[in-house]
């Protein structure tokens, strides 16, 4: 069965430079959540999107934004990268606002030196 | 915001033990769900358990929910080395506008010796 589909899996990036980490749900979900979990930490809940909308919005900074397409993949977009944002970022896909459940993907792991 | 609280942190058993983890969380929810992770990997769900539930069970794995105390206990049965792993709990909970959730707690680090 077709999972989550994150990319890239590895990431290597310079302070102040940008990522942009993409995330291709399960088909058929229209739902697409992500989150950054630091070394040591629980992830941590960052923007939710329904129908190419958002629809909810955690502790994102100011210096990312996300958006989903038309064919529901999602891109979280990173800029003036710091330290701090090393870490791995999960999505996970659901059909209907989490209405069926979520399925993760396995995530990308963001280096800044 | 935190939702889930989870202890202990960390837990170190021998092989053949059970392991016990609780989750405490805060606003009402809809259902509650375990999660397994190995180091720096990916979120494995386990099982889920509705709020209209008290327990459940998945092979090795049993769970209750107790809504009045809004706790949750993970156990793990028969533990093996291979159960080495962070196990996190995460509350769904409706967000509003016909959205819901998920939010999870710090984890519990699990170590099952050989």
């Known amino acids: 069965a077709a999972g989550v589909i994150q990319s890239p899996r590895h990431l290597i990036k310079e302070k102040r430079e940008t990522a942009t980490l993409k995330c291709y749900p399960i088909?058929?979900?229209?739902?697409v959540y992500w989150y950054q979990q630091g070394p040591g930490q629980d992830p941590q809940f960052l923007i939710s999107?329904?129908?190419?909308?958002?629809?909810d919005k955690g502790s994102i900074p100011d210096r990312f934004s996300a958006q989903q397409f038309s064919d529901y993949h999602s891109e979280l977009n990173m800029s003036s990268l710091e330290l701090g944002d090393s870490a791995l970022y999960f999505c996970?896909?659901?059909?209907?606002?989490?209405?069926?459940?979520?399925?993760f993907g396995s995530g990308t792991r963001l280096t800044v030196v | 915001s935190q939702q889930g609280e989870e202890d202990p942190q960390a837990l170190s058993i021998q092989e053949g033990e059970n392991a016990t983890m609780n989750c405490s969380y805060k606003?009402?929810?809809?259902?509650l769900q375990w999660y397994r992770q190995n180091s720096g990997r990916g979120l494995v769900h386990l099982i889920l358990?509705?709020?209209?539930?008290r327990e459940k069970h998945s092979g090795r794995l049993r769970v209750t929910l107790d809504t009045s105390k809004k706790s949750s206990s993970l156990l793990i049965t028969a533990s093996r080395a291979a159960d080495t792993a962070s196990y996190f709990c995460?509350?769904?909970?409706?967000?509003?506008?016909?959205?819901?959730?998920?939010?999870f707690g710090k984890g519990t680090k699990l170590s099952v010796i050989p």
């Open positions: 358990i509705r709020s209209n539930e």
């Open positions: 995460a509350t769904d909970s409706y967000s509003g506008a016909g959205s819901y959730q998920l939010t």
């Open positions: 606003t009402s929810i809809n259902n």
């Open positions: 999107f329904y129908e190419k909308m958002q629809s």
């Open positions: 088909p058929r979900h229209d739902t």
């Open positions: 996970a896909s659901s059909p209907y606002r989490g209405q069926g459940g979520y399925t």
